[in-house]
Each structure stands twice: as structure tokens, then as C-alpha cells.
């Protein structure tokens, strides 16, 4: 498939879940993905599932990225930036809002994005 790569294991989804984004931790175990439709996943290797994790509407998402020490933020389809809470189970806001897309750094602090309207990006200290 890649000069250069080495393929492992594929990991299936159900036929009725399509993906348009996906975030990748540090290890192949650690993804999560948004659909079409804006809903969250997050995969379960023991079940080799995607459990889908936004529990409301307003978590849909238009954009998600994985930090190495696991942190997940969402862009919501409002614009605003989420960051996933592990022990609530839920996305807490972040107080940032008129963004598009969020990438995350390898200390866990997300770098988020205006594009293409504003082209500003603003990255978290």
C-alpha cells in the first residue's frame, strides 16, 4: 500500500457508521473518530468496537484531534472547542469558540483554527 510502511491489523466498523475524521493517540489503540453526522466514537479494543461517546446533540462534531498523553478535544458543529472529561464520560467546554479544526500537541494542549475564514490559530500555553 505505502513504500516504506509496514500494515498490522485492520480494524472493521459497522456498515452503518461512516467516518470523516479520525484522531490517533500514541498508539494504535488509542483513535477516535467522528461520522458524517457529527457523532463521536472512541475504540474499544476489548470489544473491537467504536462506542460512540457524545451523549447530546450539542456534542456533535465538525472536527477532533488526540493528544499523545490520550486528551481528545472536539470542535462542535457550533464552533465551540470541547475537551473530552475521562471520568465524567462527557465533553466539557473550553471556553474557546469560532473555530473549525483542532489539532493537539504532544504535552495534551490543543492548537485550534479559524479556516479558511479567519486563518487565525491560537495555541494553548
Known amino acids: 500500500l505505502g513504500a516504506g510502511f509496514v500494515w498490522g491489523a485492520t480494524i472493521e466498523k459497522r456498515a452503518d457508521q461512516k467516518?470523516?475524521?479520525?484522531?490517533?493517540?500514541?498508539?494504535?489503540?488509542v483513535l477516535w473518530a467522528t461520522s458524517y453526522e457529527g457523532?463521536?466514537?472512541?475504540?474499544?479494543k476489548a470489544s473491537d468496537t467504536f462506542?460512540?461517546?457524545?451523549?447530546?446533540?450539542?456534542?456533535?462534531?465538525?472536527?477532533?484531534?488526540?493528544?499523545?498523553?490520550g486528551s481528545v478535544f472536539i470542535v462542535?458543529?457550533?464552533?465551540?472547542?470541547?475537551?473530552w472529561d475521562k471520568a465524567l464520560k462527557s465533553f466539557s467546554t473550553t471556553g474557546l469558540g469560532g473555530v473549525t479544526r483542532v489539532a493537539v500537541m504532544s504535552n495534551g494542549k490543543p492548537v485550534a483554527a479559524n479556516?479558511?475564514?479567519?486563518q487565525r490559530v491560537y495555541i494553548a500555553r
Open 19 to 29: 467516518f470523516a475524521r479520525l484522531g490517533v493517540g500514541a498508539t494504535r489503540d
Open 39 to 44: 457523532d463521536v466514537y472512541e475504540y474499544v
Open 51 to 69: 462506542e460512540k461517546r457524545n451523549l447530546f446533540v450539542s456534542d456533535r462534531a465538525q472536527d477532533i484531534g488526540v493528544g499523545k498523553d
Open 76 to 83: 462542535d458543529t457550533a464552533g465551540r472547542l470541547k475537551k
Open 115 to 118: 479556516f479558511p475564514a479567519s
